[in-house]
């Protein structure tokens, strides 16, 4: 009989606990929540939409987000409560069991620097077509998808003959090659199109430009002549081997080093694509360019020395130096974590902002904890206004300051190819066209 009751006691003490937990929990989401609301926050690209007559409020969902607090259960229903840190890895939609979360883009006009596509993704332009990060998808998985997709809509309409090979051309030239020209291109082979995949500097896009050792996180993907891949993570090294790999393999049809100038749409509606040593004409034109563009610089003096750099290859150059990265997204905090772990140097991280507030969940643990070390100083509402041979002049909430300094890496994003796209004709921003 004491048993029973000393067992019932544990018992009630537990559930008391989870219980405790779980409003703990919940007024966190609701305070999260109100946060966004207030400051405006709103998906920006792939996102969960959550049918409430379906959801059960199990938080799977929430559990199997890898970037922190997106997803949460509030009122019993689960809820978008932090979506500017959403990044569409869909994850949340495969762990639902009642197939309650459907992953939808971003609506009209939240990314207006992006171009207008049709469900086919291709452009205002009949037979131009955009494929991964420009279009506003993140993730390399999503980038894959879609330059398959791509490829596959231009072969429907050659064989249809909406689409025509010019006299001495090709079926389709795909500009990129990052996942999603990749992707493309492999795709093209597969189907047996006649192609070529330019690239301006080299295979692998901007993931070559990733910091050495990089930890890529993906999904289960299926590359075009590959097949399935499915690890979660990843070193950049390594993903770069394999499409390395899987282009030498099939023999790719590949020219790095070739930045397409102009691209013109010709009276018989193929294409002219003009690049820095070529000239070459297609029936159909794959963008795969990402977003990045030209790296935003910061308009200040001195940012011109040769010691102001916008891409970071290798931390492991860089020992014994006082050094300043410029930014709050996860390429600056990684950056600056990277920097941080050679022997000898000195980090300080800038951000304008008073808070980190897009960090993935991982870059935010691991910011947060090289703080409370030291490994990294972080300077919140500061910005750069001069920089010197040896010395960084911040405003650093109204108070100028001056830090001894080595290097400077600047992470303030990058200006999108939007000019570009509009010099073609593309319509950028203002919703979704309808399929041709």
Not at 23 to 46: D, I
Not at 47 to 52: C, K, S, V
């Amino acid at each position: 009989m004491l048993a029973n009751l000393a067992f019932g006691v544990v018992l009630l003490a537990a559930l008391w606990t989870q219980v405790r937990r779980f409003r703990r929990r919940e007024a966190s989401a609701r305070v999260a929540a109100v946060r966004s609301r207030v400051s405006g926050a709103a998906p920006l690209a792939q996102h969960p939409l959550i049918d409430a007559l379906r959801c059960i409020g199990c938080g799977s969902c929430a559990d199997a987000c890898p970037e922190g607090q997106v997803l949460a259960v509030v009122a019993g229903k689960a809820a978008l409560v932090e979506p500017n840190r959403c990044i569409g890895h869909g994850l949340c939609a495969d762990a639902c069991p009642v197939g309650a979360i459907e992953i939808v883009t971003a609506p009209p006009g939240v990314r207006a620097d992006a171009p207008v596509l049709t469900p086919e993704l291709e452009t205002n332009v009949p037979g131009l077509f955009v494929a991964g990060e420009l279009g506003g998808l993140a993730l390399i998985k999503n980038a894959v998808r879609t330059g398959r997709e791509c490829v596959d809509a231009v072969a429907r309409r050659l064989a249809s003959q909406r689409l025509r090979r010019p006299a001495g051309g090709l079926d389709v030239c795909i500009v990129g090659a990052g996942p999603a020209g990749l992707s493309a291109a492999l795709r093209a082979h597969e189907l047996g199109l006649s192609y070529l995949l330019l690239e301006q500097s080299t295979l692998g896009g901007s993931v070559a430009k990733y910091p050495r050792q990089k930890l890529v996180l993906t999904s289960p993907m299926e590359l075009p002549v590959y097949g399935v891949f499915d690890r979660l993570e990843i070193r950049k090294e390594a993903l770069l081997e394999l499409w390395q790999r899987v282009a030498r393999e099939v023999r790719l049809a590949v020219r790095t080093q070739q930045r397409v100038e102009h691209l013109s749409c010709d009276p018989d509606g193929s294409f002219t694509v003009n690049a820095a040593n070529g000239r070459w004409r297609a029936a159909a034109v794959v963008l795969a360019i990402g977003r990045r563009g030209s790296p935003r610089t910061l308009d200040i003096p001195g940012e011109e020395l040769p010691k102001v750099m916008y891409d970071l290859l290798d931390a492991a150059s860089y020992r014994r130096k006082r050094i300043l990265v410029v930014g709050g997204g996860d390429s600056a905090v990684e950056a600056a974590l990277g920097l941080a772990h050679q022997q000898g140097n000195r980090v300080t991280l800038a951000y304008r902002k008073d808070a980190f507030t897009r960090l993935k969940a991982r870059n935010e643990q691991r910011i947060e904890a090289a703080m409370r070390r030291g490994g990294v100083a972080v300077l919140f509402g500061a910005t750069p206004v001069a920089v010197r041979t040896d010395v960084v002049e911040l405003d650093v909430r109204g108070q100028r300051r001056e830090l001894p300094n080595d290097f400077v890496w600047v992470f303030a994003g990058a200006t999108p190819p939007t000019a570009f796209l509009e010099r073609i004709g593309v319509t950028v921003g203002g919703g979704a066209l309808s399929a041709a």
